[in-house]
């Protein structure tokens, strides 16, 4: 979208090591000396962050799918206002732990949000925002789970991280799915490696894709 600044999402299943990759590859852009600002959803503005608080705990959980969505949707335009917009209006690179592919999987192919409400709330929210660059992170829900598992120690599991195995299953086809229908845009990581290998991949593909822009700019005399 922002022919000015990058933006950049990570997406998958609970585990799969996004956040890991997201602090690795954030160091690697600062010693380039990019303008880097690393965010997050649910959250990654104050009132966003609010909206999350709520959601995972759970406590909208009875009032249904679609309203967890709908709440989804207002953290995220609440997100793109405050944070990603002026980041990327300024030619930032922005780097965010899920966004909404989050929404399309977790509320829509495995939540039973009607596709025209989902497709509808993108519309109003994101509209021109669609990420430039979404790496999917693709893991086995067995090895994620226990991963997320570890590293939460004695807290409890939240809203989501409760859910079946068939359930989180099903997210990583949805994901898959996704990442097959918009090669153009996305990225599917193999998230089984050890984290220097899942870096590599990481890394190989981002630079490819700012290469890419770097080189359409210029061919498009805008530098
Ligand atoms: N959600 C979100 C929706 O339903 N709809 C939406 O629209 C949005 C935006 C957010 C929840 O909200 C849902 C989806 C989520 O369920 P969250 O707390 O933000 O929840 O959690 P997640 O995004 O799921 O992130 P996690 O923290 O569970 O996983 P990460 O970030 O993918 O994994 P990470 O890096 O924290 O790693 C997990 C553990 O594994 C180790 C790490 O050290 C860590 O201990 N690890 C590895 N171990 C072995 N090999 C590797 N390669 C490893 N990489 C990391």
Redesign the pocket.
């Known amino acids: 979208m922002a022919e000015k600044g990058f933006f950049i999402t990570f997406e998958?299943g609970?585990?799969?090591?996004?956040?890991?990759q997201i602090a690795r590859l954030e160091r690697k852009l600062r010693e380039k000396r990019y303008d880097v600002v690393v965010t997050?959803?649910?959250g990654g503005s104050p009132g966003a962050e609010a909206v999350r608080a709520v959601i995972?705990s759970g406590a909208v959980e009875p009032l249904g799918t679609t309203m967890e969505a709908i709440l989804?949707a207002a953290a995220r335009a609440d997100h793109i206002e405050q944070v990603i917009r002026p980041a990327l209006e300024r030619g930032g690179i922005v780097l965010c732990?899920?966004?909404v592919d989050?929404?399309r999987v977790?509320?829509g192919a495995t939540g039973d949000v009607d596709p025209e409400v989902l497709a509808e709330l993108e519309r109003a929210t994101v509209g021109p925002f669609m990420p430039d660059l979404t790496l999917v992170?693709d893991l086995d829900p067995q090895i994620g789970m226990r991963?997320?598992a570890?590293?939460r120690g004695a807290s409890s599991p939240?809203r989501?991280?409760k859910e079946t195995l068939d359930m989180q299953e099903a997210r990583r086809a949805a994901f898959l799915a996704i990442a097959a229908r918009e090669p153009e845009r996305c990225m599917v990581i193999n998230?089984a490696?050890?984290?220097d290998t899942?870096e590599d991949q990481v890394t190989d593909a981002v630079f490819a894709a700012l290469a890419e822009r770097v080189a359409r700019t210029f061919n498009s005399g805008d530098l």
Do not use: I, M, N, W
Request: proline fraction near 6%.
């Open positions: 998958g609970e585990g799969a090591g996004k956040s890991t997050r959803e649910p995972l989804f732990d899920r966004f989050s929404s977790y509320q992170f991963r997320a570890a590293r939240d989501f991280e998230a490696h050890d984290p899942v």
